[in-house]
Structures are given as C-alpha cells and as structure tokens.
C-alpha cells in the first residue's frame, strides 16, 4: 500500500496529490499472528475484539467450495496465521504477530460529518485501486466509465441464506438462523447475523463488488473443519444491487451442509434450552476460557465428546456424516447427534468429567451418560422434528424395545429419561417391553439431579427422589433403575 502512495503522489491528476500528502496517514496496520494457544487465540477475539480471518486478506477460498485455510509452513496441528487488521493506537500485546502494510482506511460512516473525509474517501479508493493495480488484481478495479458519485454509490449488501433439509423424502427448504456472515472489501469487512427468516443485512459499503462468506462459529463455539481448522462457507463475490441468497445443498456443498447441519443442532441448544428447562450446554463465563470447538468430518465415524482434547486446541467434539458402518446421515440426525453430543458437554459441566466415564464404562456401561444424553437428544428431537411431519426417528434404543434388550443390547443408552418423563406405559402394548409406572418429571428436574463427579446410576435415583415428591417414585420409579442397568 506504501508503494501506491508513491505512484498515485507522482500522478498529478489524482486526488492525492490535489489535497496534499499531509492529510494522508495510516489508521491501521494489517497483521497477522500467530497464537501459540487457544487462550492467546481467545483473548484477540474475545478481549480485543478483532476479527480474524485463518487466511490472508487477498487470498480467496475456492468459491463456493467449503473449506479451510491452513499456512502450509505451519504443523497441521498448530493455530494457524491469523490474519486481521488493527488501528494504529492498538497495543500489541505479547502474542506473536507481523505487520504486513500500513493502511489507510475510511471509515463510510464518518463522511456526513466531515467535508475533509469526503475527500479522503475518493483517496482511498484510488489508493485502493493502486493497490489492487500492483498486487496483479486488475479484475477487481471498479470500472472507470461511469461518473465517481455514481461509482461510489452507497449500498448496503444483504441476502438469504437457507438449508436443505433431507429428512423426509422430498426435502424442505428452511431458513438458516444465527449464521454469521462477512462481507468483505480488501481489508474491511462488516458482519450481520441471519435472523429467523435467513435474512442479513451489513453496514454500507460503495464498492461495487464485495465478497461474502459465512464463518461457521458463534461467541460460545466455532466449528473445525476436522479438528483444528476454522470451517468457512465462501468467500464468493456479489455485485452492487445483487443479493447474496444462497441455499445450502448436500448435493452442491456436502462440507458446507454438514457444517450447516452442525449449526442448527448448536443454535437449538445453546439459545433454546431454557424453553426445554435445562442449562446452557457450555459457558465461556470466565475469560480465558476457549469457546466449544466442535469438529465436523465429512466421511466415517462415531461421534464423541472427549474433554481430554482441551489440552490441545484439538476439537472436543466430533460429529462426522457418516456412520462408521458407512450410514449416511441425514439432517434430523446430524443434528440429533450434535444435541446428544452438546448434552455430554453439558454433564461435564455439571461435574462429570472424563475419567468417571472410562471408570463407568470399564465396571459396565457408561448407563448414566448415555442415558442422559439420549434423554435429552430425544426431547429436543420430538420438538424440532415433530413425527406427525417427519415420521417416527428410529433410535436405536427407543422406548418401543424390549426389557431383555435394554438389559443387555443398549451399552448404556437406555429410555429411562423418556420414561421418567411421559405418561406412556409400553409394556400395555407388548409385555415384553418395560413395566413404566413411573411420569410427571421433566427434563430440568431429571438435570438438576444429576450428579458430579463421585456420582453414579444410584446416586441420580437418590438425588431425584430426595429433590421432587412425585407420587411415582418409590416402586415404580426403583424398577426403572434396577431393571434397567
Ligand atoms: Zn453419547
């Protein structure tokens, strides 16, 4: 950017040189850093503010291809550059970084208030268009034949994003809730988030082409691409006047739907749990805790939450699109899993922690975990995706099995959290099935009595008999928990 000051100040015509260099200063630098953790990522984002992009400001993904941006002199394992820019009074704090240029930016919003930004405006987009000359980005160049006011028309890019959803046979097109998107010009960008309808709507920009891009991440969580990286829909270029509307597809972006998919079952739980009764699944409360990464991997696998992985900025959790057998899961499941998974992290919050559950599922099998999380993964599910629409979701452990299976097929994902809840006996319709005497507990009730880390399948049963009078729970309420485990 240095080097188009110089030639826009030896072109006499421009309007650099007509209102003198001294009025030009840098406001920002563009830097890049290099976090050597979660906790230094963190900070930038969360205590500074910045936005940070994992590839550099001119580097464009594949448009409309998904995907990731890794530096490839960078381990795959580690955080990769961080690029972003910063005014030029920011504090560099001691996190490694580069300043890449000095930059001039104008901030659109200030031009009524200020004659003399009026005139720095035009620089900056003259400069801008140096810049672009120089980098070997002549495409990008606003096109000269029209008049300067008409060229720099303000407009305020906006669109709709929404998502194919494959449950039932012939697919439903839904609105995409809480995306974050970036439109981007060079090295400003603005962002919006989609509201209930899909729709976004950014701050003005006058150029005549911008690029817009979803980053798949919210203040509590991100989701990787695999483990490490962050996941991106775009960046893919939109024309002044033009609306970015978009409908995210497994046939055309199999990466960007399950990303997507990932999103909804997020979005539910982490802004939609009060209306189930039950807590946020994960805090960022105190500073310096990372946001909740969430890996989304298009090919097999079995889903997990492994609180281990905090000790690298690895993802904790794991949500693939296919099963390890080669099953290709559709929406209602992909975001069932990303609920049941979200539920674990919940428990771990609540004081579960890793090495009980490699205790609980060596002595048997983990009964209390995995039976939470189904409860709930359940609950959840019958809202969202109500049967009368989208036909019954064939759990494997539905409440509709055996006693016998239960007892010895389930490996621990048993009903007992649908069955403390709803009024349905299932043994009246085949005496083979559970005898469930036992209704009337809700989902906050059943969470609230879960224990933490010394406790156990009894302890639960303790705690929600101590906690709630219930007229099921003496007998009826002990035959579920016997019977079951
Ligand atoms: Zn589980």
């Avoid at 104008?106 to 000359?133: C, G, I, P, R, V």
Wanted: one cysteine or more; aromatic letters at 14%; a positive charge.
């Amino acid at each position: 950017m240095r080097k188009a000051y110089q030639n826009l100040s030896l072109n006499k015509s421009s309007n650099f040189s007509k209102s003198g260099e001294s009025k030009i200063q840098t406001t920002h630098y563009y830097v890049r850093f290099l976090p050597k953790d979660d906790i230094e990522k963190e900070v930038l984002q969360d205590q500074d503010e910045l936005m940070l992009f994992d590839m550099p400001l001119d580097y464009e993904l594949e448009e409309g291809v998904g995907g990731v941006y890794h530096d490839p002199t960078l381990p795959i394992n580690q955080i990769t550059w961080q690029y972003t820019s910063v005014p030029v009074d920011y504090k560099f704090r001691d996190i490694q970084y580069e300043k890449l240029a000095n930059l001039f930016l104008q901030d659109d919003e200030d031009e009524k208030s200020n004659t003399k930004n009026k005139m720095n405006t035009n620089f900056w987009y003259e400069l801008e268009d140096e810049a672009l000359l120089i980098t070997g980005n002549k495409d990008e160049i606003e096109e000269e034949n029209t008049g300067t006011a008409n060229k720099r028309r303000k407009w305020y890019p906006s669109g709709k994003i929404r998502y194919e959803d494959n449950t039932t046979s012939t697919s439903k097109i839904i609105p995409l809730q809480g995306a974050k998107i970036i439109v981007k010009r060079w090295f400003r960008w603005r962002s919006d988030i989609t509201d209930a309808n899909g729709y976004f709507k950014v701050g003005k920009f006058r150029n005549k082409k911008v690029k817009c891009a979803i980053k798949w991440e919210r203040k509590d969580w991100d989701i990787r691409s695999g483990s490490y990286g962050q996941a991106w829909y775009g960046f893919e270029s939109l024309k002044r006047g033009r609306s970015w509307n978009k409908t995210i597809k497994k046939s055309i972006e199999p990466r960007n739907w399950l990303y997507a998919s990932v999103h909804r079952g997020a979005m539910e739980y982490f802004y939609n749990h009060k209306s189930y009764g039950i807590r946020k699944p994960y805090n960022k409360r105190i500073l310096l805790k990372r946001r909740l990464h969430i890996g989304a991997k298009d090919k097999r696998g079995r889903a997990h939450y492994f609180d281990f992985n905090r000790i690298w900025w690895a993802s904790p959790i794991a949500i693939y699109s296919k099963g390890n057998n080669g099953t290709v899961y559709d929406s209602r499941e992909l975001f069932a899993t990303t609920v049941h998974e979200l539920a674990h992290v919940s428990h771990w919050e609540i004081g579960y922690n890793t090495g009980k559950y490699i205790i609980d599922r060596l002595a048997d099998d983990p009964f209390l975990p995995e039976s939470w999380a189904t409860g709930v993964e359940y609950v959840i599910i019958e809202r969202v995706y109500p049967k009368q629409v989208y036909g019954i979701y064939d759990f494997d452990y539905q409440q509709q099995r055996t006693l016998r299976y239960i007892q010895t097929s389930s490996q621990g994902y048993t009903p007992i959290v649908i069955d403390m809840i709803d009024s349905f006996n299932q043994s009246t319709v085949n005496s083979a099935r559970p005898n469930d005497r036992v209704s009337g507990y809700t989902l906050g009730q059943l969470e609230d009595a879960l224990p933490g880390a010394l406790g156990s399948w009894w302890r639960w049963r303790t705690k929600i008999k101590e906690k709630y009078n219930n007229p099921t729970e003496n007998k009826e309420l002990d035959y579920l928990f016997k019977e079951y485990r």
